[in-house]
């Protein structure tokens, strides 16, 4: 496949992406842009990138064959362990990355916006480290659904801004982290969470989060001595998805599969599907598949994953769904906590509920790909991290805990 | 009238024109033309109706709780067109402002052409920047609209020429780094940017926006632009009103009170 270079000069990905914010943030975007530029042909900021996410982050995270899990599924299931970085999952490389191009600005102060908490708590952890001042805005219903990671960062250093505007969840403190950066934007950087909003973050965010899909590549290849039949990928805003999916792009015979958060199903309208269920619009600051109403109005989505909360998408990933080089479909609440409990129970490793979405997806797939393949596939499932934060969410579904984390007798359940 | 029309005469009367905003279906259809006349009648020159949207980034609190409340109470982009229709028919000017993904849903020149049926003379576009404007440029051509982009006191020399060149009618000159809002003083980067703009374009109309509250701080910004545009400040009177009568009072206090400032401009 001779995939164009993308984004291209303006920030398109075909004709998504691009640039649809106040005009006072086009300076602010263009130095970015610029600093952005020199340090990805800079050698010591690669050097010092590289540095961190090794001893630091603790990457390259390991790629584990999953025995257990793989009987159950028949299939060769090989997990890119993303959720043993530092502060738990794959954020980590996309905030360090950032963090030093604020440094580089000359930027003191860094803003975030957080659904779940992860992509918080990994600013507030990267602002400690290269001594910047962190503020970051929590829609107000997802500070009380992941309380600890609000502890988190508060312990870290930083400032959580609950945000009380419109549905009070991730959408919102997107809007507020971008009013504070039109106001501030001469000290601040914005360090954007995930492979969205305007150009250039989401080729920045791809590109730092890009090891992911590099590491499992070579990992892969050492491993099986082939590249995977597939790669499974939550998508929300979708930085794991794409930090997976850049790197086998070009490898024509690498599946790659995106699921969104499907929430009660696609039927009821209670969902975070952006390109299942969604159609091409412009918000926050990028035009891609959003989640919006006959008149243009922005629905609220719906998940059991904060994390996966949002009503759009990365713009690469609605040009990777239009050219048919990825498949995106949705995964329900139900389906992601069944293959969340298949995880704990098979292999020992409590997942971020983002990332049953990924093995859920996985699970649904592999029927017809053994068929189509008339072999058992081996099938790449980025567990993008860990489910710490989820506990209090699976604890109260599975009935564990009650709505006050009291423990629920075992007699009971 | 006219934009252009309305430029002329404040022009010869020597002083700025007063432009002030609300959001349409605020807090019901009825209610804002109710508003908005009651703005005209007091002495505002050109109502700014703001097409209300789930997610207004440059906007600040006042602004977007009014907006959310016009959403809550059902209004659409339809109803829009005709609290334009219904402030227009009075002979007001009437320009619209609005964020870009409502009309592109709408149909970008559909939309062009329902604003122009509903006589609006133009529409400003917050979050929409020349560079990626081809369709609004050619449907604003087509249906002989006035487009309004935003320049910024953080806009290179180069960008503003670039906006200049893409606007017609006025430009929208965003008073300070930050959000819609009243303000107890209004920012000096805003006469910086004006100056820098007509070294530019010595002719285009300036308007100058984003924390403006009273007639004193209309009368400052208006001896160095075209257009004072008020919002917040405004919506604020209705917003803390106990009810429509006194809102419209209070409306019709501060509105009188912005054009009296505006034709104290001594420049």
Same mark, same amino acid.
């Given at each position: 496949m001779s995939a164009p270079v993308l984004p291209d000069l303006a920030g398109h990905f075909g004709r998504f992406g691009g640039r649809f914010v106040p005009e006072a943030l086009i300076a602010a975007l263009d130095e970015l842009d610029a600093a952005y530029r020199s340090a990805k042909t800079d050698p010591e900021f690669q050097a010092e990138f590289g540095g961190l996410l090794r001893d630091y982050a603790g990457t390259p995270s390991l790629l584990y064959s999953a025995r257990r899990l793989s009987e159950r599924l028949g299939a060769r299931i090989l997990l890119k362990r993303e959720d043993l970085n530092h502060t738990g999952a794959h954020k980590v490389r996309n905030v360090l990355g950032q963090a030093l191009l604020a440094k580089r600005m000359g930027k003191q102060r860094v803003i975030a916006e957080t659904g779940a908490g992860q992509h918080g708590v990994a600013s507030a952890t990267a602002a400690a480290l290269l001594d910047l001042e962190c503020?970051?805005?929590?829609?107000?219903?997802?500070?009380?659904?992941?309380?600890?990671?609000?502890?988190?960062?508060?312990?870290?250093?930083?400032t959580v801004v609950p945000?009380?505007?419109?549905?009070?969840?991730l959408k919102d403190a997107l809007n507020e982290a971008l009013r504070d950066w039109v106001a501030s934007v001469q000290t601040t950087h914005y360090l954007l969470g995930t492979a969205a909003g305007p150009a250039p973050f989401p080729e920045i965010v791809r590109d730092f989060v890009g090891g992911i899909g590099t590491e499992a590549r070579a990992q892969c290849l050492e491993l099986t001595g082939a590249l995977p039949d597939a790669v499974t990928a939550c998508v929300g805003g979708g930085s794991n998805a794409i930090g997976i999916f850049h790197a086998f792009v070009p490898d024509e015979g690498v599946r790659l599969y995106g699921f969104e958060a499907g929430g009660d199903g696609m039927e009821t309208g209670r969902h975070a599907a952006s390109i299942t269920g969604g159609s091409t619009g412009v918000l926050h600051g990028a035009r891609t598949y959003i989640l919006q109403d006959e008149d243009g109005q922005t629905v609220e989505s719906h998940s059991i994953s904060a994390g996966l909360d949002y009503p759009g998408v990365g713009p690469e990933h609605s040009w990777l769904h239009d050219t048919g080089r990825a498949s995106y479909t949705p995964v329900t609440d139900r389906e992601a906590m069944d293959a969340f409990q298949l995880l704990c129970r098979t292999e020992g490793i409590i997942? /971020?509920?983002e990332s049953a979405h990924a093995l859920a997806g996985a699970a649904k797939i592999i029927p017809a790909l053994r068929e189509e393949l008339g072999r058992e596939p081996v099938v790449l499932v980025n567990l993008s991290g860990r489910g710490d934060k989820d506990v209090h969410? /699976?604890? /109260?579904?599975?009935g564990i805990l009650d709505q006050n984390e009291t423990i629920v007798p075992e007699e009971n359940l | 009238m006219s934009l252009s029309g309305a430029f002329d005469k404040a022009r010869a009367e020597g002083?700025?024109?007063?432009?002030?905003c609300m959001p349409a279906g605020f807090p019901t259809v009825d209610e804002s033309v109710a508003s908005m006349v009651a703005m005209v009648e007091s002495g505002i020159d050109v109502i700014e109706v703001e097409l209300p949207y789930s997610d207004p980034v440059m906007d600040g609190p006042v602004i977007q709780k009014a907006s959310d409340i016009a959403l809550a109470n059902g209004v659409r982009t339809k109803d829009t067109f005709k609290i334009i229709e219904a402030v227009a028919r009075t002979g007001a000017t009437v320009v619209l402002m609005t964020y870009w993904n409502p009309v592109e849903r709408y149909g970008v020149d559909a939309f062009a052409r329902d604003l122009s049926a509903a006589g609006a003379t133009g529409m400003i576009t917050p979050d929409l920047i020349p560079d990626e404007a081809d369709e609004w440029l050619a449907a604003s051509d087509a249906y002989r609209l006035d487009r309004t982009f935003l320049v910024s006191p953080s806009s290179t020399d180069a960008r503003i020429a670039m906006t200049l060149k893409a606007c017609r009618g006025w430009v929208y000159a965003t008073a300070l780094m930050g959000v819609t809002g009243a303000r107890d003083v209004v920012s000096s980067e805003a006469s910086?940017?004006?100056r820098r703009i007509r070294a530019i374009d010595a002719e285009i109309p300036v308007g100058v926006g984003l924390g403006v509250?009273?007639?004193k701080q209309a009368a400052e910004v208006g001896a160095y632009a075209d257009a004072v545009i008020v919002g917040s400040a405004l919506i604020r009177r209705v917003?803390?009103?106990p009810d429509r009568a006194a809102g419209l009072t209070a409306l019709r206090e501060l509105g009188a009170d912005l054009a009296t400032g505006a034709r104290s401009v001594t420049r």
């Open positions: 503020v970051v805005y929590m829609g107000e219903v997802d500070t009380e659904r992941q309380a600890l990671n609000v502890a988190r960062m508060r312990m870290l250093g930083a945000v009380t505007n419109g549905s009070r969840t997942p /971020a509920i969410t /699976a604890g /109260a579904y599975f | 002083r700025p024109l007063i432009v002030g910086d940017l004006v509250r009273d007639g917003l803390e009103a």
